[in-house]
């Protein structure tokens, strides 16, 4: 029998980490050493506080039952979290957990859209912010995010063509600030505007907030649901991943409009149990533990950073710094165009070191590359030492 999938899958080729993966593999594979800068996956470990609290909890038999709910102690952590870290006030009706704000995005247009539904999402953006709402059978329209405008959305444009009372009225918008992958954070203007335009045009937006911890320069990471009217007109994705090193645990939480946390959390309710109870007392721990080891992890950061973009432009290969999340964004050489790929490719054929090619994040991205600040400061001199007398600059 001849099996035929869904024509969905025919928009979903191979991950670019995974290509980058297998070109990794292959230099490896001739003796040489690699240096990857591609994957966003923290090098860092997680505090051992956290990790005490799996590993008891893990030893504990009545924890490997479903758990169906969050923890209520879990629930409390997060609202005491958002009211000393953002000044918000929540309830736990306006809080639930999700399998990481990756599976959050991935599945929440399932309980907001219909068929034919418009979603505005950001280019250059993360790939999940497209692939998500295409799950619930959305009309994907991207918005432009230009270096000229300061990488935001022109929210006058948008309401013009999508706006409430268009013949294309959109009905969610997504945004992320800092931003992955232009390293972009936004002024406290933008949220002020945006809060009353979603109003103004019925637009929902859904916030993905997991950088908010590793901002640079001074900066103060902020939630949306900082700035006032925002449970009227938004929901955010919180995560644990970056600023705690939770990563494969995979724990984060959606929080914000009561209706749309609970029609998502009645969506989940039919699909899952539960997060896995250990994990969530990892949580725990991360939530309610001392905030040190965050704050010293996003100075480090910025020390990578620093050496990175300094470094580069000190080559001639010129890198605006990055702003905030835990990588660098920059346009590549000249002389390459806009070849994104065969930059990439060359680069790690004659140096060993991998990063990311732009257009993976959408049309605009096109002529980019995203660096992951994954490596300490010797590592990224070492690396730069070899670019430089490789000559590819």
């Known amino acids: 029998m001849q099996i035929r999938t869904a024509k969905r899958m025919e928009d979903y080729e191979e991950g670019i980490f995974q290509v980058l993966n297998e070109q990794k593999q292959r230099v490896e594979a001739q003796g040489r050493k690699v240096y990857n800068f591609s994957v966003g996956t923290p090098d860092f ?5 956290i990790m005490d609290a799996v590993v008891e909890a893990a030893g504990r038999p009545e924890n490997y039952r479903y758990s169906l709910t969050d923890l209520p102690q879990l629930v409390q952590a997060l609202i005491d979290r958002y009211r000393v870290r953002y000044q918000v006030e929540l309830v736990p009706e306006e809080i ?3 399998y990481g704000s990756q599976e959050g995005i991935t599945h929440i247009g399932l309980s907001i859209l219909d068929p034919g539904d418009i979603v505005l999402v950001p280019d250059p953006g993360y790939p999940i912010f497209a692939i998500g709402p295409t799950l619930a059978e959305a009309e994907l329209v991207t918005y432009e995010l230009t270096e000229e405008g300061d990488y935001l959305p022109d929210l006058e444009a948008i309401a013009a063509v999508y706006g409430r009372g268009k013949k294309r009225h959109a009905k969610m918008m997504i945004v992320s600030y800092p931003l992955n ?16 335009w979603a109003e103004e045009n019925e637009i929902l937006i859904v916030h993905d907030n997991a950088y908010s911890d590793i901002i640079y320069d001074g ?9 006032e009217g925002a449970k009227e007109v938004a929901v955010e994705f919180y995560s644990l991943s970056k600023s705690y090193n939770y990563t494969g645990a995979r724990m984060g939480f959606l929080v914000g409009n009561r209706t749309v946390v609970q029609s998502f959390k009645r969506l989940r309710s039919q699909i899952d149990y539960g997060t896995f109870l250990p994990v969530q007392y990892g949580a725990l721990a991360a939530l309610t533990g001392p905030d040190d080891g965050v704050k010293e992890q996003c100075r480090e950061y910025e020390r990578r950073r620093d050496a990175l973009c300094g470094g580069f432009t000190s080559l001639g290969w010129p890198f605006e710094p990055s702003e905030g999340t835990m990588f660098a964004w920059s346009r590549i050489p000249a002389r390459y165009g806009e070849d994104d790929v065969r930059f990439v490719t060359e680069l790690l054929e004659r140096t060993g070191v991998l ?15 995203r660096f992951a600040l994954v490596l300490p400061v010797e590592e990224i001199r070492e690396a730069l030492e070899i670019v430089a007398d490789s000559g590819i600059l």
């Open 45 to 49: 470990k997680p505090a051992r506080h």
């Open 96 to 98: 639930m957990s999700v």
């Open 181 to 196: 992958p232009v390293c972009k954070a936004a002024p406290d203007s933008f949220y002020q505007r945006l809060i009353p």
């Open 219 to 227: 900066r103060v990471g902020r939630s949306i649901l900082s700035f």
């Open 355 to 369: 990063c990311t090619p732009g257009s993976s994040f959408g049309p605009l991205g096109k002529g980019h590359v």
